[in-house]
């Protein structure tokens, strides 16, 4: 639902013709569930991606829990930021 919520935003704000057209076709509700059933999966892809390339692993959580915090909290920022700029904001 969020990815979803943050598109129609952007849609009603900046692609208002797209907007006003989906919602009178009933396809609005379709393309924002799509959209972020793609948003997690892709999100959840790059993570697994981004921490097997970093060496993040496990063996990294149980040797130093709060590094491996903080630095799974930042691939999921990156991965937000991909996210937003690739799927939510085109």
């Known amino acids: 639902n969020k990815y979803g919520r943050m598109r129609k935003k952007f849609l009603m704000e900046h692609q208002p013709l797209i907007f006003q057209t989906m919602l009178l076709n009933g396809t609005l509700d379709a393309h924002l569930a799509d ?21 993040i692993n496990e063996d990294m959580k149980a040797a130093d829990p709060m590094g491996w915090v903080q630095r ?13 700029k690739e799927l939510v904001y085109d």
């Open 35 to 55: 959209l972020n059933r793609q948003a997690t999966e892709r999100k959840e892809t790059l993570i697994r991606q981004m921490a097997a390339r970093e060496g």
């Open 72 to 84: 799974m909290n930042n691939l999921r920022a990156c991965a937000e930021e991909i996210i937003l």
